[in-house]
Nanobody
Framework: QVKLVESGGGSVQAGGSLRLSCATS????????MGWYRQSPGKQREMVAG???????VYADSVKGRFTISEGSAKNTVFLQMNSLKPEDTGVYYC???????????????WGQGTLVTVSS
């Protein structure tokens, strides 16, 4: 009934930029925090950026200074602006929400299906 939908993935050259977006579907009352995670084949999924409902942000050391997470003007929408992309950034990027509240349910954690980002050297 409620979903997170990522978009904006694609193939870019090293040094390029890409903007990912995550939109919610369904009637959402509130979300405590949202974040972006990535997973490469054979590697553990890791958090790359997160933002709380109050606007506080956190970043993985590997992306700090290059990636920016932000809230959209639309309600319950989050973006990940990725600049100076490196081949090491290649992976499937997943949108995550914690404490997502609807009229009928509270979701402790919810994941999108992911969007593929490929960075070539």
């Amino acid at each position: 009934q409620v979903k997170l939908v990522e978009s904006g993935g694609g193939s870019v050259q090293a040094g390029g930029s890409l903007r990912l977006s995550c939109a919610t579907s369904g009637s959402i009352f509130s979300i405590n925090a949202m974040g972006w995670y990535r997973q490469s084949p054979g590697k553990q999924r890791e958090m790359v950026a997160g933002i709380t409902s109050g606007g506080s942000t956190v970043y993985a050391d590997s992306v700090k200074g290059r990636f920016t997470i932000s809230e959209g003007s639309a309600k319950n929408t989050v973006f990940l602006q990725m600049n100076s992309l490196k081949p090491e950034d290649t992976g499937v990027y997943y949108c995550n929400a914690v404490r997502l509240v609807t009229r009928d349910d509270t979701y402790p954690e919810l994941w999108g299906q992911g969007t593929l980002v490929t960075v070539s050297s």
